[in-house]
Each structure stands twice: as C-alpha cells, then as structure tokens.
C-alpha cells in the first residue's frame, strides 16, 4: 500500500473536518477564479469594443465621456456635431473612412444607432473584425434596420418582422413613432461588444423619427396613419422634441423645409447611391408590403435590388463619428486638428488610449478584488493547517502504531503533507468544478446586463497559475504539521501516549 | 540472539539514568516473560530495543547487531524487517481493514514482503491464512476494524507482528484488555505461531500469574540497576 493511499484512508476516516476543509478551499478557488476570469474577460471585452478606428470625433466633452458615449452607449452626450463638420472633415485628406453615428433613440431598452451603409463597411470590433451578419443584410433605405444579435434573440425577433422605434432612452419613452414601423433586414452575428445590444437604423430614419408625425409619415409614404393622429398629439410630439434638442426655430417649418431638401437630396445624390429609380416609388413599393404583413409575423426580407434609398436624408447633427485614416501616422496630427476645429468645438479621441485610460481608472476596483480574493484563499489555507494541526494529537497513536510497523519519520512526515497536498489538489479540482458551474449559470447575466462574455473555456496559463500557486501554498501548510508529526514520531517511539 | 551490554539510557534533559543494565541474554526461539510493572522504564526498554531510541552508552546485540552503532534510518529498517511488535490494545489502524492491518508492516519492509512472496502467497493470501491459523472466521475480514472484539482486534494484531516472519515478536501488555480464558488462550495462540518458524517471543507484563507459560521469567527490577521510585 502506497503512503497515498494510507493517506487517503486516513483522510477517509476524518471526512468530517476534511470535507469541510476541503470545501472551503473548494469556494475560495471558485470565488478566486471567478474573480479573476470576469476581471481578464471584462478588460478584454473592453478593450475588443472597437479597433481599427483611429479617432472617434464628438462634441467637445471629456475623453471618456465621448467614448463611454459612442462605444459603450452609456450616458448622454449632451452635445452634438454639426453634419457640415462631419462632412467637411471627412473630405479632408487623410481620411479613409468615417462612419456617422446618431445616438439617443431606443427600442425597448435597446439603444437605437443612427448610422450609413459605412459602418457595415469600415466598423471593426476585436481583433479588427468586421461586422458579419447571422442572417439577411445591411440596410439599404430608411425603413430597414439591422440588429445586434442580442437585440434579435432577447425579443425573438426575426428577419421581415416590423418594429416601431421610439424616441429617447429607456423602455416607457412617453410617446412611440408607432407611424414608424421598420423592417427588419438583417441581424449581426454575436460580438461581444455592445453592438450585440445596437438596433442599426439609418441616419435618415433617426431623422423622419424626430420630425413631425405628418411630415415624417408623408416622407415614407404612409397617409393612412398620419391621418389618425389628432391635432394635440401632434403639438406633443412637437413640443418634447422642442425640449429634448433644444430646437428654437420652428418645428413645422423645419421639417417643411427639410422635406423639400429631402427631395432635391435624392436628385442630387441619385448618382452617387447609384439609385436609377424615384425615391417615391421605392416608399410605396415598401409601404405596401409593410401593410400587408403584420407586425411578428415573419415573412423574407425582399431582395435589395429595388429598394435602394435614401440612408442619410439631412441631418443637421450627429452624436459623433468613427475614422479611419490613411495611415496611423496621421493620427496625431489629425487629431490635434480636430481639437483646434474652428467652425464649432471638437474633441479627437484615440479609442485605443481612452479605453486604456478608463480601465486604468477601473483598475482599483480590480485590485481590491484580487486582494480580496487572495485574502479568502489564504484564509481557506489557514483554515487547513488549523484543522491538520488540531487532528495532529488525535493521531499520535495512528503514526505510533505506523512507527511500530516499520514507518520511518521521513514516511510520517510524507504521509502528513501529502495529506495538505490532498486536501488542496481536491479542493483546487472542486473549486474549478464549481467555477465552471458558476461560469455557466452566471453567463447569462453578465453578457446581458454588462456585456461581459465568459467563455466555458480551458483556464488559461494565468490561471494555470493561480492554481499554482495555491497548490504551493498548500503544500507549504503541510510542512507544518508534517514537521510536528515528525518531531511526535521521533520522540514518542512506538509508546503510545494518550 | 539479543545480548545487552552495560546499557545505560537516559532522557534528554533528565540527570537520573532511566535503565541501566549490566546483562541482558535472550537466545533464539526462547519464550521470555518480562514483568515490568509501570515506572520500571518498560517503555523505554521497548524503544531500546526496537530501535526508536538509542541507548547512551553500552550495547544491544541484535541477531548479531549492534542496533547502538546503526543509524537512525537503519535501526528503523531493522526494526521493520526483524521486530513484530503487539501493543496493549487499540492496536489496529481504525481506516483499514483487518487484512490492510495484517499487511501493513509489508509495505515498509522488503524483506518480510520477499519472506511472504517465497511461500508462494500474496501478501492478502499470507494474512489471510494468519488470520485463520489466528482462529478468525473469515467472515471478520471484510468487517470494519471497529467492529471487531478487543480479543479479535488483539488476534488481527498478532498476525501483523507474525507477517513476514520476523525473528523478534515483542508483545506489550497485549493480554491486559482480555479475560483471563482469552489470555491464556491468545498466549497459546502466539506460542503456536512462533513455534512454526522458531521466533523469539519477549512477552511484557505486570501480570506475574502468566509467567508459568513462558520457558525464562526476567524481571525488570531485577536486571534494572537504577534504583525505581515507586
């Protein structure tokens, strides 16, 4: 008989104060890895926001502010970019790409993206992957939306389906563009960035959102519905949009206005959207087939030879956009002319600094937790030696009577610290057994309320690590009662003291 | 086969001598009795002998030994090739059954490992047929230690000092939880299994009414020189 397998009956024989101890150092690894998977997972999850941007441009505000505004949809930006500074920026040399981003606007919680045809195109998340889709396409006119895969799966919504977008943040905004339902065309495959949370619409959607109900249902083609809503709602609808964006001119005479460039838009920009047929004519194609099919019910997405619209209409302002440039080179001297824009106040960031910047900011948080952790597993440890060295007199006459039979002090001392050895290899196996228990019932929560995706993965090298270093702590606690044993065995002899 | 020389013994820290003995003779295959009453360093004499301690001066020759001039680690192996050793009681292993009992000294002991292997058993086959010629039922051994008698735990214990043949069986008190039918008995039973190989049995007690059995009686305050305070 092996001294483990002695060792491993005699701990059989206390499985009482073992298994407890046992346990302890089984919820301290769990909770240790736990911990620290969420922390790598959480920093890594932020950092894959976005990359391959090179600058995120918005209106003057802090660093983090634009970012958490722009990437993460957290917060407000309280102030917007005029779209003639979007535009005049990105002609400029240097730019290889921008993409628009209008924010504000939610569907059910998820926050709404007003953006071009350019964000499926340039938009890179991770290791600089692109956007792909899980299912349909990208949105070719302004009653078409795309959504992020967790928008998608968490409403059970489908390609074909209708939904109505409402203005402003949260789930009960006060009052739904329900004369404004739009079509599901597409759904992006998971990122693991806040995109999964994204419902995609066009810049030229956001707009028709917040213009008045008339003039917004006349641009889309729908008199049916405008008709049914009465004189006062309309005024409501006016004067909270008057508040929320501080419009001063005239509602109506605005979007008057903005309809009649609406159209001279499309003339103007038929050849650069390639478009070869009236606008007019795509709405009331796309009109029918939304009255025809009711909302839920799923039905294909119409092939997008035909449908070619408008995506950007006329904004006067966007939340902030994304660019690529050229070369990284330019990066800084871009920014810095950003930041000294005259026409209206700027602010460059690098994506990949901010980010850098904030997790710093964050970084004592993860600290303490670390710490803590630690702590709890130290203390799980300690709880162990307590426990051997109490049993320690108990066993006086076990290690006599292994004396008696031939054991040498230095077959006590092993079959005691392999014992400590036991104890933590065990509760280091069920602690990560409890961990990916953990991992896979808590996955859920964390990627839907802080976009943190744990992935039921093999433990990393730094894992690996930990574990360790728990183990050499452990075995380190053996030594001591291990050494005691030995001394005991040494003096007692084979006279049993009791 | 065991000849102790002016043997002086002290514990570290004390000034008196625990033993000391002029002349000790065992000869091989005798049956000795040792009254030993508690105080007269019995202990101490039993650690002496099986090598745990060391004497401080003088010689303990054992099968031709000077255990004095070996090493730690090699009075240890001694000990655990040559010396069976029965306890008062509580002698067994609680985790093990009482085959793993009987085998247990195998598995720090080559020898008595390779003594067991050349009669042809396995070490469970060797214990088992101990515990039989031991008068166990063999209905016992796959019971818990704890549910044995004292009396069938003391057999279980015997036959783990016989396993592997060893030439010195040292027997501490091992009849002082029994009754008297069962002591004279379990002696006759030791008796019988050491006279199949010729072991030396050094049998001790406080109990001078057993001596009658044994072929030499020694008494410790006899060959003892230290003057005993109780």
Known sequence: MQLITLATKSMFNRKASVLLTLFTIAISVMLLLTIERVRQEAKSSFSNTVSGTDLIVGARSGDIQLLLSSVFRIGHANNSVSWDSYQDIKSQRGVSWAIPISLGDSHKGHAVLGTDSAYFEHFRYGKKQNLAFAAGRAFVNAQEVVLGSEVASKMHYQLGQQIVISHGMGNTSFHHHDDNPMTIVGILAPTGTPVDKTVHVPLAAIEAMHSQPKSASRMIGKPKQSAAHSHSDTDEHDQNHTDEHGHNDSHDHEHANEHKHNDGHDHDHADEHGHNHSHDHDHSDEHDHGHDKPDTVAVTVPAPAHLHGDLIGEPKQITAFLMGLDSPLYTLQTRRNINNYKAEPLLAIMPGVTLRELWRMLGLVEKILLLFSGVVVLISLLGMLTTLLATLNQRRRELAILRSVGARPRHIFTLMSSEAILITAAGCALGIALFYALIALAQGTLQSQFGISLSISLLSHYELMLIGVIMAAGTLMGILPATRAYFYSLSDGMSIKL | ?230
């Open chain 2, 1 to 230: 086969m065991l000849e102790i020389n002016d043997l002086i013994f002290r514990w570290p820290g004390q000034t008196d001598a625990t033993l000391n003995i002029p002349k000790l003779e065992v000869a091989a295959g005798e049956r000795v009795f040792l009254h030993g009453p508690s105080g007269s360093g019995k202990s101490t004499l039993l650690g002496l002998l099986s090598g745990v301690n060391k004497p401080e001066s003088g010689s303990i020759r054992l099968l031709g030994k000077d255990l004095a001039q070996l090493s730690d680690a090699a009075r240890d192996k001694f000990r655990a090739d040559h010396i069976g050793t029965i306890f008062q009681n509580f002698n067994l292993l609680p985790y093990l059954s009482p085959i793993e009992n009987v085998t247990l000294g195998c598995h720090f002991s080559r020898s008595r490992t390779e003594r067991v292997k050349a009669s042809g058993n396995t070490l469970t086959q060797q214990g088992e047929q101990l515990l039989q010629q031991l008068g166990l039922d063999p209905s016992i051994m796959a019971r818990s230690v704890a549910q044995l008698s004292i009396g069938q735990q003391q057999r279980v214990a015997a036959a783990r000092a016989f396993i592997g043949q060893p030439e010195l069986i040292i027997a501490d008190e091992p009849t002082s939880a029994l009754d008297a039918d069962n002591r004279n008995a379990f002696i006759e039973l030791l008796f019988k299994e050491a006279s199949q190989y010729g072991a030396t049995i050094l049998f001790v007690s406080h109990d001078s009414s057993l001596a009658a059995m044994f072929d030499k009686y020694l008494s410790l305050s006899d060959i003892n020189e230290v003057v005993q305070c109780s």
